[in-house]
């Protein structure tokens, strides 16, 4: 479930350009690092991980990191690895994902799998997680440590629980919204605590912090979920009607299902259960969701979200930082506008 960014704010007046200003020094550090650690002797290693990180990703999460660090006046190197570390563990996560999920594109090329087999993906995945908790050791902060460590566990339960709900047209909101707070949200949230619990930041300023990374999480997954069927390809850096074809179960869908007559339930069940998913079936699926209010009420779900998002920020201290992360919120918001 990734998301990719357009930084220049061309659409409307929302951009992240801010937090990539704020960050740009040490993004170059985490960038330097990025190269060091997905070395290895097994020239496979490097191929593969190099093919998924130049795929075209804007690295959100590590600048989530090295934003909220700063804000708290974090002067040291710790935060630098810690980004690191969040991005390799996106990265393996999209590398897994891909095998689970057997897609063939990610950002409009084809997926490792495709390239360098199932097998591959896995292991190299595996090799950057294990890269990943060696820097969070380095670091020395065991907080920062555990929180993500348990991100990386609740991420792994995610992907478990999407199994579960994969196909089946009888999952409830409920369940949906704990499978991306899983898969999605997880990372974000831990993204966004580990800079204030190395900057030594109070109980309150961390759990702020994680509020607002794991509702902005959701926020962007449901944006991503929308857009999936209304949005274009370059908002979503993958094929619009991908989920569609895939026969994924999101939130748009639930809804539509759940909303629609016996007969479009029927075309429900052929397109998502029995992978009746061409390009026809995609345009009446898009149909059905305008009608039904599938779509609208999906974004307005991510803009709830967004506001506990925001609404966590609020008691923190005016600083650019801030304004730059506040920027997101509405950033992801914009992509569907």
């Not at 040490?26 to 070395?39: C, P, Q, T, W, Y």
């Not at 949906?176 to 990372?187: C, D, G, N, Q, R």
């Not at 600083?319 to 992801?332: N, S």
Request: charge should be negative.
């Amino acid at each position: 479930m990734g998301v990719v960014l357009n930084l220049d704010g061309k659409r409307g007046a929302a951009s992240v350009a801010s937090l990539v200003g704020l960050t740009s020094d040490e993004m170059g550090r985490v960038n330097e690092l990025i190269l060091s650690k997905a070395g290895s002797d097994v020239d496979l290693i490097p191929e593969l991980a190099k093919h998924l990180i130049d795929s075209g990703g804007k690295r959100l999460r590590p600048m989530v990191t090295l934003a909220a660090a700063q804000m708290f006046g974090y002067a040291g190197e710790g935060h630098v690895k810690l980004a690191t570390s969040v991005e390799f563990m996106h990265t393996a996560t999209l590398l897994h994902d891909d095998v689970v999920d057997e897609s063939d594109l990610r950002r409009g090329r084809k997926t490792a799998r495709m390239i360098w087999g199932n097998q591959a993906s896995v292991l190299v995945g595996d090799f950057l997680l294990g890269q990943a908790f060696r820097m969070m050791v380095d670091v020395g902060s065991l907080e920062a440590l555990d929180i993500l460590s348990a991100a990386a566990a609740v991420i792994a339960e995610g992907e478990v629980m999407q199994l579960g709900v994969a196909k089946n047209l009888e999952t409830t909101e409920d369940d949906y919204l704990a499978v991306i707070k899983a898969k999605t949200a997880a990372l974000f949230s831990a993204a966004a605590e580990v800079g204030p619990v190395i900057a030594e930041a109070s109980r309150n300023d961390r759990a702020a912090l994680r509020s607002y990374g794991t509702n902005l999480g959701l926020a962007f997954q449901l944006v991503d979920d929308a857009l999936d069927y209304g949005g274009k390809s370059s908002d979503l850096g993958k094929n619009v009607g991908d989920d569609f074809r895939e026969g994924k179960v999101t939130l748009p869908v639930i809804l539509s299902y759940r909303r629609g007559s016996a007969e479009e339930r029927a075309f429900w069940k052929g397109a998502i259960e029995e992978n009746q998913s061409d390009d026809a079936a995609l345009e009446k699926a898009i149909g059905l969701m305008k009608r039904n209010g599938a779509i609208g009420d999906t974004i307005a779900r991510a803009r709830h979200f967004g506001e506990i998002a925001r609404d966590a920020l609020a008691p923190l201290p005016q600083t650019p930082q801030k304004d730059a992360l506040l920027d997101v919120i509405d950033f992801c918001i914009s992509r569907v506008m």
